[in-house]
């Protein structure tokens, strides 16, 4: 048996950090209720009751179970309960997924970079399913890291089967696998030792993939161009990818990416290749389809550990550890004592930024600003939506039996002006308003009816000239305004108006 090394000495630092994220990550749960609902979450509550046939059933069905269960009509805070649950889970996993090939510093410092994430906090306060699929290949990829270590083929298996699972959650996981297989082809291709067992393993499962994926892929591209045609742009997926992982967080990766290839660092080279997996396809994918920032949000993770990758510290077999074939005689299994002789392990390769009032430093650099945009995102942001919900309130309020409600983000009218209603596609108090339906206004001037228009102005730029020029010309001179509920954030006008025609 061969004499252990002492653990190293607790890191106060990397505690402090840890805390400070799994802290901050609660604030997720702030406001939760407060902010009105959009178009999106009220499909949420009508599909997951009423819907069927998704090709990412997982969140669906968690939805319909837990929905069901309360014996009344959801509110906002109901709604996005599990995505904020699920939102701060991903904390604590990502600390998890990193802490054996990163050391506890960069570990707690990629957690506290998600944590402070407007980002991350947004999707973790919408009611949608990204949040899920985020924690799932967290965790995935976290075996897979320990696969690599251990040379565990079977590991590497359970790793790309979790963080495949996530594609029931939400299809756009698999931006995050194709990265995490060829991830130890990266490995060897870089010189580091990767067992061949692995990378036959690798190998297996993008044949398998490839085979199995294709079609599925396909489909799925083809459905996505549907619901929004002749929209492709590589550019609008670049700025607002841009927008949302904020320039300073990009050019941070940018540093740990050099990094991770001069140094050769394992787990940065894993996150590396996923993000550059993850992007490049994104990236072809918008050249037939629509393509924006929140499809490629299960990268966070990655962009943060690469952020955060000067403060890694890597272990490694030291000297004269006996092979791990050998035959021991305890016959303790090979994975056990590989984890075993791991945890008394020093550090082979020290992090760049060693000294805590440097790592300090760089750490506030990220995060100060991160912090920021969470503090304007539940401040003068209102949570970064259209205030949909004061607008159809408003109208709730002052509306007379007979009128006719015409609006944008329809079903969230249909949420608000219908109080028991949940199959909310079905809508029967307001008629929906978009750049498909124009000449809604045009067929019920025939009726003379009393007409409230709920619009967001910036909406109209989408449409056809010659629709938004009519809808304009409406609006100004046969209408009077009733209500404005602005809101600007950054470059997006998220402000929401509220005409009536007497």
């Not at 290749?273 to 924006?292: E, F, K, M, Q, T």
Request: hydrophobic share 50%.
């Amino acid at each position: 048996m061969p004499k252990l090394r002492l653990k190293p000495p607790r890191d106060p630092l990397a505690l402090g950090l840890g805390v400070l994220a799994l802290l901050l990550g609660t604030v997720r749960f702030v406001k939760l209720g407060e902010w009105g609902l959009w178009i999106d979450e009220a499909f949420t509550l009508a599909d997951s009751l009423h819907g069927g046939g998704f090709s990412n059933p997982m969140g669906y069905a968690l939805y319909e179970r837990f929905l069901s269960g309360l014996g009344r009509r959801a509110t906002e805070f109901d709604l996005r309960l599990l995505p904020a649950l699920a939102g701060w889970a991903c904390i604590p996993a990502l600390w998890w997924a990193l802490r054996p090939g990163f050391g506890a510093r960069a570990s707690s410092a990629a957690a506290l970079l998600l944590a402070t994430s407007s980002w991350h906090l947004y999707w973790s306060q919408s009611a949608r399913f990204y949040t899920l699929a985020m924690v799932l290949s967290i965790l995935g990829v976290g075996v897979a890291m320990r696969a690599f270590r251990r040379e565990s083929w079977v590991l590497l298996l359970v790793g790309i089967g979790l963080a495949g699972s996530a594609a029931l959650a939400h299809p756009t996981a698999v931006f995050v696998i194709p990265g995490l297989v060829v991830a130890p082809l990266v490995l060897r291709r870089m010189g580091r030792d990767c067992g061949q067992a692995l990378v036959r393993t690798a190998v297996a499962v993008l044949v398998v993939g490839a085979l199995l994926g294709t079609g599925w892929g396909i489909t799925l591209i083809g459905k996505w161009g549907n619901i929004k045609p002749d929209s492709a742009s590589p550019a609008h997926l670049a700025l607002t990818t841009g927008f949302y992982a904020t320039p300073l967080l990009g050019a941070a990766a940018l540093a740990g990416a050099a990094l991770a290839t001069r140094r050769r660092q394992a787990g940065g080279l894993v996150a590396l290749s996923i993000v550059v997996s993850g992007l490049g396809l994104a990236l072809i994918a918008s050249l037939v389809v629509r393509v924006a920032a929140q499809y490629v949000f299960l990268l966070l993770p990655w962009l943060v550990t690469l952020a955060v990758l000067p403060l890694a510290s890597e272990t490694e077999r030291p000297e004269g550890e006996p092979d791990l074939d050998e035959d021991d005689e305890e016959e303790e299994p090979r994975w056990r004592r590989r984890a075993r002789l791991d945890e008394g392990r020093p550090p082979a390769r020290r992090a760049l930024l060693r000294r805590p009032l440097v790592a300090t430093g760089w750490v506030a650099v990220l995060t100060l600003p991160a912090l920021t945009n969470c503090l304007l995102y539940l401040g003068p942001r209102h949570g970064e939506r259209p205030r949909w919900k004061d607008a159809y309130l408003t109208v709730f309020d002052q509306r007379h039996v007979g009128d006719l409600v015409l609006g944008m983000a329809a079903p969230v009218g249909e949420y608000y002006l219908s109080p028991n209603r949940t199959d909310l596609r079905d809508m029967r108090e307001v008629v929906y308003l978009d750049k498909f339906r124009a000449n809604v206004p045009v067929f019920w001037d025939r009726f003379a009816r009393r007409t409230w228009f709920v619009v967001n102005l910036e909406e109209l730029e989408e449409w056809d000239s010659v629709d938004r020029q009519r809808m304009q010309r409406i609006l100004r001179e046969d209408c009077r305004l009733v209500a404005d509920f602005p809101l600007n954030v950054e470059s997006r006008d998220l402000s929401v108006s509220v005409y009536l025609r007497d």
